[in-house]
């Protein structure tokens, strides 16, 4: 079966995400406008009360994810132990180097004091940034990572469906892949035949909400768009339901 992941930025898109059947969901804050920060503790105490399975990002900043600040590193620390305090089921992590290799030290740091035996843990797509993404994917394994989330090094899935059908030959069942970038409904079918593990999307329409000129303008809020995930996990079913009819 492959696993179902919404982003999600709320308690409405967590119990969306609920009711259409998702695995589970990943929680973060500004996720249009930065690719996704860490969420409040009490956003994640709110989204946990759900009851929906939930792995929150752990990004302090927008930008990069290299972090060379030993005050940046600290604050990822104490997020990361917040958030599991507050009952998260997994945490999604990444760190580069200067040179765009996974971090090992920093990752370490982060995770420190981290009961990581009784949570999961996903590298997220710091990975798509890495050039050579199959010695990364062995990094990952040696760090006890449970999956990768990726888009294979591509804009979007559905141009790095090679790359994913790669790293998942590559992983060979070592450390799941989760595809992750632009997927629409109709990427499902290409997407499914790849093996990957998981596919991750959000699935988010823009509620119009004017906040003024203190507010962030006229752009409104993001959340999940509960049709279209609906859509989304009826289809991926589907994909299931006729793999197991032929294998």
Do not use: W
């Not at 609920?18 to 990943?26: H, I, M, T």
């Not at 290799?101 to 990752?107: G, H, P, Y």
């Not at 997220?124 to 090094?153: C, F, N, Y």
């Not at 790669?166 to 499914?192: E, F, K, N, S």
């Amino acid at each position: 079966m492959t696993a179902l992941e919404f982003a999600v930025q709320d308690v409405a898109g967590a119990l969306g995400a609920r009711r259409v059947g998702a695995d589970r969901v990943e929680l973060c804050a500004a996720l249009g406008a930065t690719g996704g920060l860490t969420a409040s503790i009490g956003m994640i105490e709110a989204v946990v009360a759900t009851g929906v399975p939930v792995h929150a990002l752990i990004r302090c900043r927008a930008g990069g994810f290299t972090y060379l600040d030993s005050e940046e590193i600290a604050v990822l620390n104490a997020d990361a132990r917040a958030a599991v305090s507050a009952g998260v089921a997994g945490l999604v992590v990444g760190a580069l180097t200067p040179e765009r290799r996974v971090d090992v030290d920093t990752l370490r740091r982060v995770l420190e004091g981290v009961p990581v035996e009784d949570i999961e843990l996903t590298f997220h797509r710091a990975i798509d940034v890495i050039s050579d993404r199959a010695a990364a994917v062995d990094t990952l394994v040696e760090l006890g990572m449970t999956r990768v989330l990726t888009s294979g090094g591509a804009a979007r899935c559905a141009e790095g469906s090679a790359e994913l059908a790669a790293m998942v030959d590559h992983a060979a069942g070592r450390i799941q892949i989760m595809a992750g970038g632009g997927i629409t409904l109709a990427d499902l079918p290409a997407l499914h035949r790849t093996g990957v593990d998981a596919v991750h999307l959000s699935a988010r329409r823009v509620v119009a909400d004017d906040g003024g000129p203190g507010g962030g303008g006229t752009t409104g809020h993001e959340q999940l768009d509960e049709d279209a995930a609906s859509s989304i996990a009826t289809k991926l079913r589907q994909l299931d339901g006729m793999h197991r009819s032929f294998s």
